[in-house]
T-cell receptor, first 115, second 117 residues
Framework: DAGITQSPRHKVTETGTPVTLRCHQTENHRYMYWYRQDPGHGLRLIHYSYGVKDTDKGEVSDGYSVSRSKTEDFLLTLESATSSQTSVYFC??????????????FGPGTRLTVL | AQKITQTQPGMFVQEKEAVTLDCTYDTSDPSYGLFWYKQPSSGEMIFLIYQGSYDQQNATEGRYSLNFQKARKSANLVISASQLGDSAMYFCAMREPTKTSYDKVIFGPGTSLSVIP
């Protein structure tokens, strides 16, 4: 158990509304990630963070922003939600240990529906 | 270009039989890592097995083994003695090095496995 929680776990919203998803970790890991999962695409990286206030874009970052003001929290914001952002969102961390570099530890996921 | 290919969108296997889930990858870097994750219907992502590109032997973890064929760029997951609880989506993933300390990981589209009693 990597001590990762996500909130909310489920959300239904309407097109054009802002949405913020929260990821919280208890282990003080430097790297945190936001992925979205869609059928036929696996998981795709939206944004990642390598420290407080240090973030960078992933492969599908358009329409998303992130913030990390504390080590334990990584927020994903959809400024104006669209139906194409209906997806399951996973937060993840990496522990930076040798031998399995790149292994991700995932939160439970958030199912977002944009109507 | 797709860097991780899983050509089997869905597969069926009889309980207690072995099954192989295919994964091919594309990279020009000699240093990389390969992962398999399981996602049951409950939705959580579960790490199964890891293979480093320099590892001499195929990785094994209980009933899971990774058939690593470097020259063919394939990293197939073998599940022996399938159980009903193995019914899930399975994702292959690859880590590539980057110029920064960030380790880039790419996921395949997944294979849905159904175990038949």
């Amino acid at each position: 158990d990597a001590g990762i929680t996500q909130s909310p776990r489920h959300k239904v919203t309407e097109t054009g509304t802002p949405v913020t998803l929260r990821c919280h970790q208890t282990e003080n890991h430097r790297y945190m990630y936001w992925y979205r999962q869609d059928p036929g695409h696996g998981l795709r990286l939206i944004h990642y963070s390598y420290g407080v206030k240090d973030t960078d874009k992933g492969e599908v970052s358009d329409g998303y922003s992130v913030s990390r003001s504390k080590t334990e929290d990584f927020l994903l914001t959809l400024e104006s939600a669209t139906s194409s952002q209906t997806s399951v969102y996973f937060c993840a961390i990496s522990r930076g240990t040798s031998g399995e570099t790149g292994r991700r530890f995932f939160g439970p996921g958030t199912r977002l529906t944009v109507l | 270009a797709q860097k991780i290919t899983q050509t089997q969108p869905g597969m069926f296997v009889q309980e207690k039989e072995a099954v192989t889930l295919d994964c091919t990858y594309d990279t020009s870097d000699p240093s990389y890592g390969l992962f398999w994750y399981k996602q049951p219907s409950s939705g959580e992502m579960i790490f199964l097995i890891y293979q480093g590109s320099y590892d001499q032997q195929n990785a094994t973890e209980g009933r899971y083994s990774l058939n690593f064929q470097k020259a063919r760029k394939s990293a197939n997951l073998v599940i022996s003695a399938s159980q009903l609880g193995d019914s899930a989506m399975y994702f292959c993933a690859m880590r590539e090095p980057t110029k920064t300390s960030y380790d880039k990981v790419i996921f395949g589209p997944g294979t849905s496995l159904s175990v038949i009693p």
